[in-house]
């Protein structure tokens, strides 16, 4: 069982910075690929980025390439969401998820992955 907690959501202007944070419990997050995601109201949930277990490959949506920058660091168990740049159509509930098919180098895919955090606001203003 895996624990996700994600953090430092919040409000900012348009053209500001926010970095995001996911905590996760387990011994085994070291094994599993990382997403982030998002969801603005009345919308689906969609796909921003991902990581692999050894943070050796990233893949981000057309939307945020070249703006937001994924990260991770297993020592603690912590993947991040640098986001810059950030516009008023970027607001939106934040998660992280995790795949937890051991060493596999990830989904963009909102049904392949098996944990999910609570959710941080963000929310940019114009």
């Known amino acids: 069982q895996v624990q996700l907690v994600e953090s430092g959501g919040g409000l900012v202007q348009a053209g500001g910075s926010l970095r995001l944070s996911c905590a996760a419990s387990g011994r085994t997050f070291s094994s599993y690929a990382m997403g982030w995601f998002r969801q603005a109201p009345g919308k689906e949930r969609e796909f921003l980025a991902r990581i692999n277990w050894s943070a050796g490959r990233t893949y981000y949506a057309d939307y945020v390439k070249g703006r937001f920058t994924i990260s991770r660091d297993n020592a603690k168990n912590t993947v991040y969401l640098q986001m810059n740049s950030l516009k008023p159509e970027d607001t939106a509930v934040y998660y992280c998820?995790?795949?937890?098919?051991?060493?596999?180098?990830?989904?963009?895919?909102?049904?392949?992955?098996?944990?999910w955090g609570q959710g941080t606001q963000v929310t940019v203003s114009s």
């Open positions: 998820a995790a795949d937890s098919r051991p060493y596999y180098p990830g989904s963009n895919y909102v049904s392949e992955y098996d944990y």
